[in-house]
């Protein structure tokens, strides 16, 4: 059970935590589950979950099991907008200094989420629809959200999300993916060299001291983002994360 931290409100800290796990979860869990995870008193789940369930945070299904409740879809729309509307204006910069396409993905449960797009000018381009959730072991954005967590976080997702190989050059054991996220880091950056996509190369950088970990990219086709690329256009990927980061902040 996560700790209460220092100032907190032991009550509303717990209402997270439930709502937490059944995110972890896949959306739904059995009382049991959250029982075992939260290691809270069976008496306090139920009043939790009562007061969730009045206000339309969770739901109970007919096999008794507590589901993330629809009034949660709003909040979680207007967080990825709000997110979406600080890093839009440095996306489009970033496609005008690369002339090619930028998105910013943040950390969604065990997964990536892409919640802001600015697309290429160019005919032939990638386009990944904002709101779209991905495994993070197989993405730029994912890998460089993952270079920001500990070693024993990053077993935690694959173990409940699984390492799907895309494609012939997708990474498929965390021993390997550990090592690439060694990398990462060292060098400052990510590249997913078509292990999402054949023939789609990206470039991602950490957006450092935000919120939650995030991670803006470019990507295009391999023939035109060469890894050469990588000189010029990492500093302008660094430099716009560092701007979206302040505008948080500010």
Avoid at 180 to 200: A, F
Wanted: aromatic content about 4%; charged content about 25%.
């Amino acid at each position: 059970m996560t700790q209460q931290s220092a100032g907190g409100v032991q009550s509303v800290e717990r209402v997270f935590d439930l709502l937490e796990i059944m995110a972890e979860l896949g959306g739904s869990a059995a009382l049991s589950d959250l029982s075992a995870r939260s290691e809270l008193p069976l008496p306090t789940i139920h009043r939790l979950l009562r007061t969730l369930l009045t206000k339309g945070y969770a739901r109970q299904l007919p096999n008794r099991k507590y589901v993330l409740g629809p009034r949660l879809i709003h909040l979680g729309e207007a967080a990825g907008s709000q997110l979406g509307a600080n890093a839009r204006s440095e996306l489009s910069w970033l496609v005008g200094a690369t002339e090619e396409t930028a998105n910013m993905a943040v950390l969604d449960g065990d997964y990536v989420l892409y919640v802001a797009q600015a697309p290429s000018p160019h005919q032939m381009r990638m386009f990944t629809e904002v709101g779209r959730r991905a495994h993070m072991h197989a993405t730029g954005v994912g890998k460089a959200i993952l270079s920001q967590l500990d070693d024993d976080t990053v077993r935690g997702i694959v173990k409940r999300a699984g390492m799907p190989t895309p494609t012939s050059h997708s990474i498929g054991t965390v021993e390997d993916l550990l090592v690439e996220l060694d990398r990462i880091r060292e060098r400052g950056y990510s590249i997913d060299d078509g292990e999402q996509e054949l023939g789609v190369r990206c470039f991602a950088v950490p957006v450092p001291d935000f919120p939650t970990p995030a991670a803006v990219s470019i990507s295009g086709p391999d023939a035109r983002v060469t890894m050469d690329v990588a000189k010029t256009a990492v500093p302008l990927l660094q430099e716009s994360a560092r701007r979206i980061s302040e505008s948080v902040r500010d």
